[in-house]
């Protein structure tokens, strides 16, 4: 095999390795890249699951609004009957008093006067009763308004207690994913140390092949003017020529080290390759392990909304 030959296949070989070195970078980018999407995305995720909690909290302080609403007008109402049933009797007390009084002072000699006196006083404690009796009977609650509201009161009590139950459940998924996503940003940020290693000493491999590329043309130059000078000389160039052998020997040995070198770095680039598919993959699968559960919190959030629609519909045709 010719020397030029062997320049040929050494040059095509170093020109395959930076097509080789290239494809292992431009596979580190597209890793680099997929692992910030998936970011954003997990942050939209976070974002949509915060607003529902949000929601599910407003919804859960309008109902104890309501329930204490409810339970403060249950109060008025009771307050105000035991009311109007003790003013009731302190009359018909007053009545029964003023009527034994007069029947002790009876006289038969004022009795007409008496009569009068105690007819008007009857008449005025009569009145009084008709109206604290018209009064008591506006104010008067059904006993079974009363239960309805009462049963109303107990259900909102435990929706209330239900809703709770749901927001601290909402609030643990929200609490697990979170610190599922704070670990998977730190493996991102591992692996992206990694892969900034990886391409440091891609770059360093590179400007290796380069330099020594570099020197390869250079010796080949000079060996073609050797090898023009060659052809032009006599004998005694001839036998200079020897001399020119001997180094181009000594060219092939250290051609031999280098490849022996480039042919280390390639088995690390492709050990440092596989690593990094096998990192891909588990941050695929943690990724679709992510996407699943996000999934399952967006269904039971979309039943809670569902559920929490059903019953404000319900009140209302119920009102």
């Known amino acids: 095999m010719s020397t030029d030959l062997k320049y040929e296949i050494a ?34 995720e976070r ?19 309501k329930n204490i609403e409810l339970s403060i007008e249950k109060l008025h109402i009771e307050k105000k009957e035991k009311y109007l049933k003790r003013e ?26 008496i009569q009068s006196q105690l007819h008007s006083v009857i008449a005025s404690q009569r009145a009084t009763i008709e109206t604290l009796r018209d009064s008591l009977t506006r104010a008067h609650v059904p006993r079974a308004d009363y239960d309805e509201l009462n049963l109303r ?7 209330t207690l239900d809703l709770q139950n749901q927001l601290d459940t909402s609030l643990a998924h929200s609490n697990d994913l979170q610190n599922q996503l704070d670990a998977a940003n730190l493996f991102s940020t591992q692996l992206q140390t990694e892969l900034d290693d990886v391409h440091a000493k891609l ?26 000078h060659i052809r032009r000389t006599t004998v005694d160039e001839i036998r200079k020529n020897s001399e020119l052998y001997t180094k181009t020997l000594a060219m092939e040995q250290t051609y ?30 943690k990724i679709n392990k992510l996407a699943v559960k996000l999934e399952q919190e967006k269904f039971i959030a979309r039943e809670i909304i569902q ?12 009102k």
């Open 47 to 65: 974002i949509i699951l915060e607003k529902l909690i949000c929601d599910l909290r407003q919804t859960l302080e309008n109902e104890l609004e």
């Open 11 to 44: 040059i095509n070989e170093c020109n395959s390795l930076r097509r080789q070195l290239k494809d292992a970078y431009n596979k580190c980018t597209a890793i680099f890249d997929a692992l910030s999407i998936l970011d954003e995305h997990s942050t939209k």
């Open 153 to 159: 009161f107990e259900q909102s009590q435990a929706h």
């Open 88 to 113: 009731l009797n302190d009359t018909k007390q007053d009545l029964n008093k003023i009527t034994i009084r007069y029947r002790r002072i009876y006289d038969g000699s004022t009795s007409s006067f």
């Open 256 to 285: 031999v080290a280098q490849r022996q070198a480039l042919d280390t770095k390639t088995t690390e680039l492709k050990q440092l390759e596989k690593r990094l598919t096998q990192q891909e993959e588990n941050a695929t699968n």
């Open 203 to 228: 770059t360093s491999t590179y400007a290796v092949l380069e330099e020594a590329c570099s020197k390869i043309d250079l010796e080949r130059a000079e060996f073609e003017k050797s090898l023009q």
């Open 307 to 318: 559920t929490e629609q059903n019953r404000l519909l319900k009140s209302k045709n119920k």
